[in-house]
């Protein structure tokens, strides 16, 4: 299952540094301004860097549950 792989990989490399938020506390272009801020500070802190694949599958799952995704509440 992609949504449950993206949800997981989502408590593996990001809830390692921070709190996870709530995919729908930003819009979708917030997520993708967000995940790439947060793709350099990895970088500048040592920490391995989102892969492509990792951060394409991050911003499917974050999109789909933005504030402005759509759907029921």
């Not at 995919?23 to 350099?40: G, S, Y």
């Not at 974050?62 to 504030?67: D, F, K, N, P, S």
């Amino acid at each position: 299952m992609p949504a449950r792989r993206a949800r997981s990989s989502t408590q593996t490399r990001c809830g390692t540094c921070h709190p996870l938020h709530e995919p729908r506390a930003l819009t979708a272009a917030m997520w993708e301004i967000q995940v790439d801020k947060m793709r350099e500070t990895m970088r500048r802190r040592g920490v391995r860097p989102l892969t492509d694949e990792e951060q394409a599958l991050l911003l499917t799952y974050l999109r789909a549950h933005a504030t402005d995704a759509g759907g029921p509440s």
